[in-house]
């Protein structure tokens, strides 16, 4: 029963092992594949399956994507704020 808790040495080994420069090259021709990009990063952080390495640096492509999302927001209501008071001829 207690050894349902944890993990095999074989995936303890795998979520250690060195990604090696094919794995890259195919990670990176699949972030260019536009849907498969979206679906990949998520399984790579969260599906437990993926190197520890490869895990982190899709866990940081989210934050970019999240503060990516962010800022495009703060830029486009900035603008539209702006485009609307034009329409009214700048009355603060």
Do not use: C, D, H, Y
């Not at 092992?17 to 990063?41: D, G, H, Q, R």
């Not at 492509?61 to 700048?90: D, H, K, M, P, Q």
Request: glycine letters at 4%; aromatic letters at 20%.
């Amino acid at each position: 029963m207690e050894n349902q808790n944890f993990a095999t040495n074989q995936e303890v080994a795998n979520r250690q092992s060195v990604v090696s420069i094919f794995e890259w090259i195919i990670t990176f021709i699949l972030m260019a594949i536009p849907i498969v990009n979206f679906v990949m990063i998520f399984v790579w952080a969260f599906g437990g399956s993926a190197s520890a390495s490869k895990a982190n640096w899709a866990k940081a492509v989210i934050v970019f994507w999240i503060i990516g999302i962010v800022v495009a927001a703060v830029f486009w209501s900035v603008f539209a704020a702006f485009f609307l008071s034009a329409l009214n001829g700048f009355n603060f």
